[in-house]
């Protein structure tokens, strides 16, 4: 027998004896905006995820997933191509690409772009990395998995930003994030379990990023992921109203919540009891969210590896918000940074990008490490596609083919690099992996087999991995 | 899947995998499309279904021949004999190696499972033909009546369940109200109902719900959901393009009850009418519905597949409810569709003129073929305009004496200066190709042309036509903005149809599969007709809305059903096909499916509000709701009505109207209502902010609100509207604290709590009667007194406070734009407005009861 949609359900909860047993909403809204009963009340508007148990044993509890927007060139990044630099400026073979797929260079004569930047090697393993990321090549070079062998199926950025998240170019489908938060519930008591955060930067065409890369699509909305903004509220709608006091506040969801119990006396609707679980986790998150971006409680440290002070919307800020929304028991944490779109000027911006982002991801690794937390969070630091060995002017084109990605912490074995592209950086040749593999994969090291992780409807089970992924076991440690 | 014993631990996992469960033991019979197909689909079909391409062992189990062939020596069904089932042996294997489903697809059969499907196969292993796609005929009523109350008595009699009694008449017009207008009634008509205790008052109220334009609109939200109409294009940078006329269009079928099959005939095929009229052009724009993109770099050839699949996806889902959208890549798992089925159906669509990469069209707002729209006023201004201009030319062209004597001394003039030596002080202005040539002709060998020419130019700087330019010019340019101030929107235009290919895998530039003509689903089609005749729109219109088409009248009628009574008669509304859902009341389905296709009692063929009609003026309709407990916790036999959260447009309707604010004009633009900063940050190609709008435009009904996809307006996201990239034939109800934070904090509802404690205050004086006005218009009912007393306590508490904190007061009185009304005592509005926030918070204000 198939089975219904989920969001045909009720939330979790128990039905009438709520209403009835429950202490007042009011109290526990109280309580825990004093700090005292956070841990205390049984969570009625939680969710435990749906992989009870876990189908494997966990490596990483979370994700932190850097989200490179743009297109990553891999040849000036971590992709060290030198055949390419000796062919600059001239013809790429045509063995290369012929009858391949090309983006904005469709019908201009194709020649090869060199490396801009040059690349070292760094930490006791050796890792090659374009020396325009000093900070990672100095501090995190041996903790992470560098892969040259990702490519996709899309060469425009909006499918391919949409087939990275959800695994599919067809809209509608859950984010990687939605789906981890259903499948494992969240930890968080007082935030969302999927939260997003985007910087812009100064050297690319600003990606647009559309809400649905963090949409949960099939799965019930409340998966979806929550951004949380660097102006205005930070959680949209957080604030009280202009003259609320909390306490007034507390006062008005009091009496909300006496008056729909006072229903519940009356009329047969569990669906009340829902309700005021969710206005209980509300008026939390009104406290829980200032609380984490007031960052007064950081020792002067922080803000030097981070390079920030906070709260200006940078990527490094972000970066520093993550570990915090990591430690607070967040699922899924995504960071975009939509500056890596360079069809012109690659050897400027890239540098320019690369420094925007260099610090902050190398202190968020280097500060989960110093905490214990890095074997337990898995970090992603990606892009939606690579860019051409053929030169656009003085820039580069969408490349699908192949591209570079690393990953660092729970379960990825360290200081290796895996698969390798051609001389030129065109094509994969060794190990390809695909998104659905790096699907399946992030899912293996949470715990979850990705084939068993599904959703029905319109007439069939839907997986993050749609019918595809293969574990990248070399991946892990 | 997880017991009952699980069940309450894990809550809404628990909860998933229960309903999982058959419908109520339906005692008797075991039935092939109830019982047995879904346990077929769900374990076995993938690998022995209708894709051939995935068939294992050659054997299929979806069609009886299959079951029951031959296949070396074995049959996997003999029906009648369990024994000699290889089916019953190979399900019930302990082997690994043997047992099927094998384990490594997950989806170990149930015990429960197994014995039914032994159980069917000792019975005689009786297929049907799958219950939407067999002919459609129309059963007997059960019982003299009303027909829906027939059937759905004869099946609560026979599992010897009880239906619930009639709710009370305050709830049954807020039942009625928010299922046909989508807005709550005012408490004038709740007072008026209850009165009303005439014989034929509840149909009477129907008839006048019904006949209401926000009947319309109700309609035309749930449409717009399935065709996908947006604000946006949806791709990249999301651009804004003009559709609303189409969403318009929609109201007005709506509203005139236009038969069904005109409906679709005119959205899919309005452009090919003869003499199509402009109403009949925006239908069309039915096919222009799909997301578009301007991304630069996207390959034309690839966007057009793109689009072509979007189509095929929406128009398969809206109107067949149908995934043929599955069979892209490969033969569909579950349904016989074929993947020629898929591209033959793309084909209909093969000649809408349509770019793959609109470039440029994020600058300059061409979206391929589009029309202006001029306003009445508008159009009568340009004409206006056309015959002022038209008539300053013919005046200009007039020699007058003053002119010709202006003109006969400027020719003088720049005869002597062309034949004097070059004077490099002198900035003479630059004469135009052959006017030169014209002076430097002596005046008595120019030819006729040449004087012709020397005049026109003269006429263009002569200080005798000075003023008649200025008033030319000046008029061109009104000419100019008043075009441009009409709306244009995307139209469907006939072209000679590109060629369409299978595509091996779905890859668009695999061009090595063979080429298709526009057809329909093969097994749902009859044979015959011209095969030389390329099939058009229109026919596909006609095959949809055709005798012989089964699907649609019961797809329209179980998605109608659900506007009445909050599900399905099957639940999957996006999926009537063999993963869908039996659906509970087959009979019932079926005599509604019939007279929707062949009109009934008095109405015509396809008559949607007859249907709906007939759903309300039942007594299933008016039942009390209540949760589910006991044997029927999904209410599939519809012993009682269901309670759930409105949607998301008329959350913001409700608040509105409650507070009075609510504009219930009908049509035209979308409008922007107040959005936090910087929601729009990350679209780009071009940047925007948004520009809300402020008064009347702010409270215009949700369903008005831009529509931007990529970026939908946070307070109609978060109650699940959908994003309209693509079909959606059902909308989750959630309950998240995303909602919660929308009604507590958003500016906008804290301006109409103010509306509504201002109304109050002006109401009544004692606290007592303000708190039950405000309850009032929140709720409709009148309150209990221990609810009026919260409020009152609630008031007293946030006016002794405000006192001391007169700042705060004001503060929260001046969020919005709405002025307080003149004279009001700020510390008393800003204490009542606490209450109005708290009655816009209840449950009870956002569900359908």
């Known amino acids: 027998m198939t089975m219904p949609h989920p969001v045909v359900l009720a939330p979790a909860l128990a039905r009438r004896g709520f209403l009835s047993h429950a202490s007042g909403l009011g109290g526990i809204a109280l309580a825990s905006l004093l700090g005292r009963a956070a841990a205390a009340a049984p969570l009625a508007g939680t969710w435990p995820g749906i992989v009870r148990p876990l189908h494997l044993p966990a490596r990483a509890k979370r994700v932190i997933w850097l989200y490179m927007a743009g297109g990553m060139t891999h040849l000036d990044t971590f992709d060290h191509k030198p055949k390419l630099a000796a062919m600059d400026g001239q013809p790429m073979p045509e063995s290369f690409t012929k009858g391949q797929q090309i983006a904005q260079l469709q019908g201009q004569a194709l020649r090869c772009l060199a490396p801009q930047h040059p690349f070292a090697r760094a930490g006791a393993s050796g890792q090659e990395i374009a020396t325009i990321f000093p900070e990672i090549a100095a501090r995190i070079a041996d903790r992470i998995a560098i892969v040259r062998s990702l490519h996709t199926e ?39 379990g999927f939260v997003v955060m985007v910087s812009t930067g100064r050297f690319g065409q600003s990606q647009p990023i559309a809400s649905r890369q963090w949409h949960s ?24 109203p202009a003259g609320v006091t909390p306490d007034r506040q507390r006062d008005v969801v009091d009496a909300v919540a006496r008056l729909d119990r006072l229903r519940g006396d009356v009329v047969d609707d569990p669906e009340i009891a829902a309700r005021l679980a969710q206005y209980e986790l509300a008026f939390r998150m009104q406290a829980s969210v200032p609380e984490l971006v007031d ?7 922080t803000f030097e590896l981070y390079g920030t002070k906070g709260g200006d919307g940078s990527f490094a800020a972000n970066c520093l918000l993550a570990r915090r929304l990591a430690e607070r028991g967040v699922r899924f944490i995504q960071l975009y940074h939509r500056d890596w779109d360079h069809h012109g000027s690659v050897r400027d911006h890239v540098k320019g990008t690369a420094a925007e982002v260099d610090r902050g991801a190398a202190a968020l690794v280097e500060d989960l490490a110093r905490r214990g937390m890095l074997d337990e969070t898995l970090v992603v630091f990606g892009t939606e596609f690579g860019r051409t060995p053929m030169a656009q002017g003085n820039g580069r084109d969408h490349h699908m083919k192949a591209f570079s990605i690393w990953l660092a912490g729970g379960g990825i074995k360290g200081g290796i690099t895996h698969g390798a592209t051609d001389d030129l950086g065109y094509g994969v040749v ?48 | 899947m997880a017991g009952a014993r699980t069940r309450h631990r894990l809550g809404m996992a628990a909860i998933a995998f229960a309903l999982a469960a058959p419908l109520p033991a339906a005692a008797g019979p075991i039935s092939f499309d109830r019982d047995i197909r879904p346990i077929l689909a769900e374990h076995c079909f993938a690998c022995h279904g209708p894709d051939a391409a995935a068939r294992q062992a050659d054997l299929r189990l979806d069609t009886a021949a299959g079951a029951t062939a031959a296949r070396d020596g074995h049959r996997a069904i003999v029906p009648g004999d369990q024994a000699a089932s290889a089916l019953v042996a190979r399900i019930g294997s302990t082997d690994p190696d043997l047992v099927m489903p094998p384990p490594e697809t997950n989806k170990p059969l149930s015990a429960a499972h197994r014995d039914l499907l032994v159980q069917w196969i000792a019975s005689g292993a009786a297929y049907e033909e799958h219950w939407a796609w067999r002919p459609l005929g129309r059963p007997a009523v059960p019982a003299a009546g009303h027909p829906v109350d027939a059937f759905i008595d004869a099946e609560l009699a026979r599992a010897g369940v009880e239906g619930l009694p009639e709710a009370d008449r305050a709830t049954l017009i807020r039942r009625l109200s928010f299922d046909l207008t989508g807005l709550p009634p005012e408490p004038e008509e709740v007072d008026a109902f209850v009165a009303d205790t005439a014989p034929a008052a509840w149909e009477r109220l129907v008839d006048r719900l019904l006949a209401s334009p926000h009947h319309a609109e109700r309609l035309a939200v749930w449409w717009l959901d399935l065709v996908r109409y947006a604000d946006s ?93 599955c069979a892209e890549c490969h033969d569909h798992k579950f349904d016989p569709f074929t993947t020629r089925d898929f591209y033959s159906f793309a084909a209909f669509f093969a000649d809408v003129a349509e770019r793959g990469i609109y470039h440029g069209a994020n600058a300059d707002g061409s979206w391929g073929e589009m029309i202006r729209l001029p306003t009445p006023a508008q159009a009568a201004r340009q004409r206006e305009l056309e015959a002022l201009v038209a008539r300053a030319r013919e005046r200009l062209a007039v020699d007058t004496p003053a002119l010709e004597a202006e003109r006969a001394a400027w020719i003088a003039a720049e005869t002597a200066r062309l034949a004097a030596p070059p004077d490099p002080a002198a900035k003479a202005a630059k004469l135009p190709d052959g006017v030169e040539q014209a002076l430097r002709t002596a005046a008595g060998e120019r030819s006729a042309e040449q004087a012709k020419l020397l005049a026109d130019h003269h006429r263009t700087i002569a200080a005798a036509t000075a003023p008649l330019r200025a008033e030319l010019s000046r008029l061109e340019e009104d000419l100019k903005a008043i075009v441009a101030a009409q709306p244009r929107m995307p139209v469907t235009v006939a072209v000679a149809p590109r060629t369409v290919r299978v595509l091996p895998r779905g890859n668009w530039m695999d061009d090595s599969g063979p080429e298709v003509v526009p057809a329909t689903p093969a097994f749902l089609s009859a044979r015959g007709g011209d095969p030389a ?20 009248p019961r797809v329209l009628a179980n998605r109608l059903w659900a506007i009445g009574f909050g599900q399905g008669l099957s639940r999957r509304l996006d999926d009537h ?235 929260l009185l001046g969020v919005g734009t709405l002025p307080a009304p003149a004279g009001t005592d700020p510390v008393a509005l800003a204490a009542w407005t606490s209450c109005a926030r708290a009655a816009l918070n209840l449950h009870e204000t956002y569900t359908r009861p």
């Open chain 1, 154 to 192: 899309a060469i425009n950025h909006d499918p391919a930003h949409t087939f990275m998240n959800t695994g599919s170019m067809i809209s509608g489908r859950p984010s990687a994030g939605s789906w981890l938060w259903y499948g494992l519930g969240s930890d968080a008591a007082d935030l969302p």
């Open chain 1, 217 to 240: 699509g099939l799965l019930p909305s409340r998966f979806q992921g929550v951004e949380f903004r660097s102006k205005g509220d930070p959680v949209l709608y957080v604030g009280r």
């Open chain 1, 295 to 301: 960052l007064a409680d950081e020792p002067a440290s």
């Open chain 1, 430 to 477: 060794e190990n390809p992996v695909t998104v659905h593999d790096l699907h399946a994969t992030l899912l293996h090291l949470l715990g979850i087999d990705h084939t068993r992780l599904t959703i029905p409807a319109q007439g069939r089970d839907f997986r993050l991995t749609d019918v595809h992924g293969r574990v990248v076991h070399e991946l892990v440690a």
């Open chain 2, 233 to 325: 294009v949806g791709y990249h940078g999301d651009q804004p393009i003009t559709m609303w006329p189409y969403r318009d269009w929609v109201i007005l079928a709506f509203r005139d009850n236009m038969p069904f099959d005109r409906f679709t005939r005119e959205q899919l095929a309005g452009d090919l009418l003869p003499g199509a009229t402009r109403a009949q052009t925006i239908a069309a724009a039915y096919n222009r519905l799909n997301m578009m993109s301007a991304e630069g770099g996207g390959q034309d050839k690839e966007y057009h597949a793109k689009y072509a699949a979007d189509r095929v996806r929406a128009t398969a889902g809206a109107w067949l409810g149908a995934t043929l959208g």
């Open chain 2, 533 to 552: 005749r390329r099939l058009s729109r229109a026919d596909l219109a006609d095959w949809l809305t055709g005798r012989d088409n089964p699907v649609v």
């Open chain 2, 577 to 811: 096909g063999a993963q869908g859902e039996a659906p509970s009341h087959p009979e019932l389905l079926d005599w509604l499916a019939c007279e929707l296709r062949d009109g009934g009692a008095g109405a015509g063929a396809w008559d949607i509000r007859h249907l709906l009609r007939l759903l309300v003026t039942s007594r299933a309709y008016r039942r009390q709701a209540a949760a589910g407990e006991g044997r029927d916790p999904d209410n599939r036999l519809l012993a009682r009505q269901s309670r759930y959260r409105i949607d998301a447009e008329m959350v913001r309707d409700t608040a509105l109207a409650a507070a009075g604010l609510l504009v219930r004009d009908v049509g035209g633009p979308s409008v922007k209502p107040y959005q936090p900063e910087g929601y729009w940050d990350y679209l780009n190609f071009p940047r925007r902010t948004w520009q809300a709008d402020s008064g009347e435009p702010a409270w215009r009904r949700g369903m008005y609100v831009h529509w931007q996809r990529q970026y939908l307006h946070p307070a109609l996201q978060v109650f699940d509207a959908p994003s309209r990239e693509e079909c959606t034939a059902r909308r989750p109800r959630t309950s998240t604290p995303l909602q919660a934070l929308v009604l507590l904090n958003d500016p906008a509802l804290v301006e109409v709590a103010r509306a509504l404690a201002a109304r109050a205050l002006a109401a009544a004086d004692a606290p007592a009667d303000r708190a039950a006005f405000i309850l009032r218009r929140a709720l409709g009912r009148r309150p209990e007194a221990a609810e009026v007393a919260v409020l009152v306590g609630l008031a007293e508490r946030h006016r002794a406070a405000l006192e001391t904190d007169p700042e705060a007061a004001a503060r």
